[in-house]
């Protein structure tokens, strides 16, 4: 019993950080309508960019999270325009070419890390360390209740600018219609790109967290790639609310799945997982709007 | 119009057939990897340029193949190499009606992601399984005879052109494939089985696939999961097929001979093929947004050249 509170526990605080990893993904998607195959590489290079500020700066990640956010945004807000020109262009099939065009910068991103740093793991120390918090028989890290702690702030967040400024506003308007946000004259190309960089700079910053706690390789990547897939489609594509609770659930899942199942079966349940939620209700289980 | 076609197609076959004769081992394994990834990125284009269907988990149809002949080579089955091919190519149409059935219900992305997952998850189960020898791999009795593979798979090639030429390219199946890659409401409007056909499809595709996966076991004598399974395969075959053209015949062959040689050139020079990834990554991103319909876009003139070539030959064939 102690075992499975322990498993719980893990669960939950990973599963909130995978939940904030999914939301700038699901804003992508419900404004955009491109799924982006990179997300995972995001969250790599932002795990290496936190480890970079460590090493060349000195500053620790708690620190450099923020600075890290901001550079990965502005790299998004570059790249957002060739998303939009591609997912909008008159292409045979523009939801599958800017599918492939994401699924290009994943490659180059995984490859490219490959080149290099090759294949090592790094790993970004904290300051934040220190006995385990003790909950009756449940011992929780303090980095990961950082950790955690953290992303929540960040979703919160993102949820306060979506429903309390007028930006979040044409930003639901434009998920809903993008026909119909545009009349409204919601600039839609820009707050496109606008959005994508929000969901680069979340991403990345998300990257920073997870590095702390694991360490960042070349290949963490495809990991979360599957993560946030696995999250997006158990809360319906787009949906944000969703998310929350899909998160929580992944974390547990993969938790629970480790300590009694085996490590190595975990990444087989979690991609049995999605593929059996895919074909038996493709609109997600949690299914709400943005 | 057929004669010219036919002519041409002679003609690149002879020279290819003629090529060992002027290589060294070397660069004839060069030529055989070129013949393996213009089959596969063959394959791979009737799902993803015929039928308009992505599938991010060809990988796992290659694998199936491998681990067909390898298992079936062990000590103790001791099947003989040309027995296992079939078996190969069955199981993977098999596997791939199994779950194309359901999985091709799923439109675009969906179904990109539901075949990515369906890949991973048969990669990490051979990972765990006794049976496949888990992430130690397996080996296969070694035959060391370059120019028998080289000859297989270029056989293995040709008739995988073949196939899509007569089964794809010129007969109803391929008009409804490309008629539901179009509109697939107004071809189901039509009376065209939708399901069956991208099932159909699917499994012509996955046995092609196998097919080269039991050659590629074979040929390099020991597999372990990440060789033959790992999602580097899927990459190649899409970038080889947008980089030449989907839903072309010749497309796929273009691209995959333009690649490999990358690929072999960039390990030759650099000891390794680290860079070759990035490239690989710049090259969709590249095509994705200038050149949508592949290098055989580029060769407008083509038609033109063959219509002249036509009319030369058939004026000759008239003289004789």
Request: with cysteine; net charge positive.
């Amino acid at each position: 019993m102690d075992l499975f509170l322990q498993a719980l526990a893990n669960g939950v605080l990973i599963g909130g950080i995978l939940a904030c990893l999914t939301i700038g993904f699901q804003l992508t998607f419900g404004v955009l309508h491109v799924i982006d195959f990179a997300v995972g590489g995001w969250v790599m290079l932002g795990g290496y960019a936190g480890y970079w500020a460590l090493t060349l700066l000195g500053l620790d990640p708690f620190i450099s999270l923020p600075l890290v956010a901001v550079v990965f945004a502005l790299v998004g807000r570059a790249l957002g325009p060739l998303i939009y020109h591609v997912r909008t262009s008159r292409y045979a099939r523009p939801d599958l070419m800017a599918l492939a065009l994401t699924f290009g910068i994943f490659i180059f991103m995984r490859g490219g890390a490959l080149w290099l740093w090759s294949f090592n793991s790094r790993n970004v120390d904290t300051a934040i360390a220190g006995p385990a918090i003790q909950l009756g028989p449940v011992a929780l890290p303090v980095l990961r209740v950082v950790a955690f702690a953290a992303a929540a702030a960040l979703s919160l967040a993102v949820f306060l600018f979506l429903y309390r400024t007028r930006f979040g506003l044409a930003v639901r308007a434009v998920a809903q219609s993008r026909e119909n946000a545009g009349l409204m004259g919601v600039d839609v190309p820009r707050l496109s790109a606008q959005v994508y960089a929000v969901y680069t700079g979340l991403t990345a910053g998300v990257g920073v967290l997870l590095a702390t706690i694991y360490s960042v390789n070349p290949d963490v990547g495809v990991r979360y790639t599957l993560f946030a897939f696995f999250v997006a489609v158990l809360a319906g594509l787009g949906s944000v609310g969703g998310v929350l609770v899909a998160g929580l659930f992944l974390g547990v899942v993969e938790s629970l799945v480790a300590i009694y199942v085996g490590i190595s079966y975990s990444h087989l349940v979690i991609f049995g997982a999605l593929y059996a939620v895919l074909l038996i209700s493709p609109q997600g289980i949690l299914r709400r709007g943005l | 119009m057929g004669l010219t076609r036919w002519l041409a197609g002679v003609i690149v076959v002879a020279v290819l057939a003629a090529l060992p004769l002027g290589l060294d081992a070397y660069s004839l394994r060069i030529a055989t990897g070129v013949c393996m990834w213009a089959g596969l990125a063959c394959a791979w284009n009737i799902v993803g340029g015929y039928a308009g269907y992505i599938s991010f988990g060809h990988s796992a149809f290659f694998g199936i193949g491998a681990y067909a002949t390898a298992l079936l080579m062990q000590r103790g089955m001791d099947w003989p190499f040309f027995a296992t091919l079939p078996v190969g190519l069955v199981v993977a149409a098999g596997v791939a009606a199994v779950i194309g059935a359901p999985t091709m219900r799923l439109r675009g992305s969906y179904f990109a992601i539901a075949t990515w997952a369906f890949a991973e998850m048969l990669l990490q189960l051979v990972n765990v399984l006794d049976v496949t020898g888990g992430p130690g791999g397996l080996s296969v009795p070694p035959y060391l005879n370059e120019h028998f593979f080289y000859y297989l798979m270029l056989a293995a090639a040709v008739i995988a052109y073949l196939a899509v030429w007569v089964l794809v390219e010129r007969s109803r199946f391929g008009f409804r494939l490309r008629a539901l890659r179009d509109h697939e409401p107004a071809a189901e409007a039509l009376g065209i089985r939708t399901t069956l056909v991208k099932v159909q499809a699917f499994a012509l595709s996955a046995g092609i696939a196998a097919v080269f996966g039991g050659i590629y076991a074979y040929w390099v004598t020991f597999i372990d999961p990440m060789s033959v399974m790992g999602g580097e395969i899927t990459d190649q075959m899409v970038v080889m097929v947008l980089l030449g053209g989907l839903g072309t015949v010749w497309g796929p062959a273009l691209g995959a001979s333009l690649l490999w040689l990358t690929n072999r050139m960039v390990w030759s020079a650099l000891g390794d093929t680290a860079i070759y990834l990035p490239i690989l990554g710049v090259i969709i991103v590249a095509v994705v947004l200038f050149l949508p319909n592949g290098l055989v876009s580029l060769l407008p003139g083509l038609g033109q050249l063959r219509r002249r070539g036509h009319r030369l030959l058939t004026g000759m064939v008239r003289k004789l």
